[in-house]
Structure formats: C-alpha cells, structure tokens
C-alpha cells in the first residue's frame, strides 16, 4: 500500500506568516491528493483537491501544487482563523490513506 | 442543502456488535460513491471503507476487513456500517463522507457527516 508522509507534524507561526506543510507519497499518485482542514471539535473540510484546485468558497490564501510523490498546502498570509490540523489523503485507489496530520498554531 | 447524519454510535462491549447508519439528503444519493472514515480520540483521519453507487463493489481497510461490512440502501437514502467482533482499537468518531465526482473519476471527500462516537470497552 502506498503511504502518505505529511511534514512537519506540528507548526507554529505568526500571523501574516507564510506557512507551507509538505505531503510525499510512496508511489506515484499522479494528481489524485486532497487537501482538508480540521478545526478543533470539528468536522474535516476539503480545501484542495486534484493537488491544486481550491474548493469553492475557501479563501485564496489557500493553495496546493505538486504532483507525482512531492506535494504542498501553502498559506500565504496565516491567519487567526486557520488554527486547525491538516491533512493530505490519496484518492486514486483503495486504500485512500491520510498523511499523519500537521497541527498549526499560531506564535 | 447537502446533508449527511450519522447515527447509532454508543458504548459496546469488546466482541460486540453495532450497525452504524447515515442518512443523506439534499442530493441523489444513488448516485454517488460513499465512504466510512474513522477517528480514534487525539488521533488523525484514517480510511475504513468505500461502497459504489449501486453497491455492488465495495474496499476495506486492512484493519477492518472481516469484521465490518459496509452496504447502502438506496431506497432509504441511506448507508450503513455493520460491525462485529469489536475491539478496543475501534473506538473512535466514525464519519461517512461523500464522493462527489459522480463515480466518473477517484474523488476526494465533501461532504463529511458531524460523526458518532463508538466506544468499545467493558
């Protein structure tokens, strides 16, 4: 099975920071990786999908590239509001693993 | 609106058995893919199980095959998780999420229901 390695576990950073979390696959998935954000006590949220296509209504500072085995989530300007644990998932097949999670804080 | 609502969690013994429900509304659900991810408490996201639109295919995890049976009924707009023989390493938040490519290509997942607790222990 192919394994999703999300790094750094853990982030902290200012606000107006520019924050990137990186996700490797252990095989080529082509384009086949989301994006979702977890706030504390909630529900997961899809903010990337097909490695960078933003989902509608979530905002522009969110962002995705990558392609093959390297991917990245950047956020351009960070925000009080993006205090949450993302995680990157492969879709292309069964099983459609997550990475471990990156928890971000804000400094 | 999209919706998705999972019911039937709650506290079982280990070897025990719970069916899990979630019921969509909002849009055709015989239409869609649909999938059961799972999340132990203070942990991260972990895939469980995928159904088709018309069940006649279905994954598991590794972990959970044999055990849980994942089914729909398109009828009741619903789908299911049937689990037996469970263990403590079950408890968790158990979502069902929607595929919503249309089955045309591998999608990702949106909507996620709010979840329901299992708790397996004596």
């Known amino acids: 099975d192919i394994q999703m390695t999300q790094s750094p576990s853990s982030l902290s950073a200012s606000v107006g920071d520019r924050v990137t979390i990186t996700c490797r696959a252990s095989q080529d998935i082509s384009n086949y990786l989301a994006w979702y954000q977890q706030k504390p006590g909630k529900v997961p949220k899809i903010l990337i999908y097909?490695?960078?296509s933003l989902q509608s209504g979530v905002p522009p500072r969110f962002s995705g590239s990558g392609y093959g085995t390297d991917f990245t989530l950047t956020i351009s300007s960070l925000q009080p509001e993006d205090v949450a644990t993302y995680y990157c998932q492969k879709y292309d097949s069964a099983p459609y693993t997550f990475g471990q999670g990156t928890k971000l804080e804000i400094k | 609106e999209v919706q998705l609502v999972e019911s039937g969690g709650g506290l079982v013994q280990p070897g025990g058995s719970l069916r899990l429900s979630c019921a969509a509304s909002g849009f055709t659900f015989s239409d869609y893919w649909m999938h059961w991810v799972r999340q132990a408490p203070g942990k991260g996201l972990v895939w469980v199980s995928r159904?088709?639109?018309?069940?006649?295919?279905?994954n598991y995890a590794d972990s959970v095959r044999g055990r849980l049976t994942i089914s729909r009924d398109n009828a009741k707009n619903t789908l299911y998780l049937q689990m037996k023989s469970l263990r403590a390493e079950d408890t968790a938040v158990y979502y069902c999420a929607r595929d919503p490519t249309l089955g045309a290509t591998p999608g990702w997942f949106d909507p996620w229901g709010q979840g329901t607790l299992v708790t397996v222990s004596s």
């Open positions: 097909a490695a960078s």
């Open positions: 159904i088709n639109s018309d069940g006649s295919s279905t």
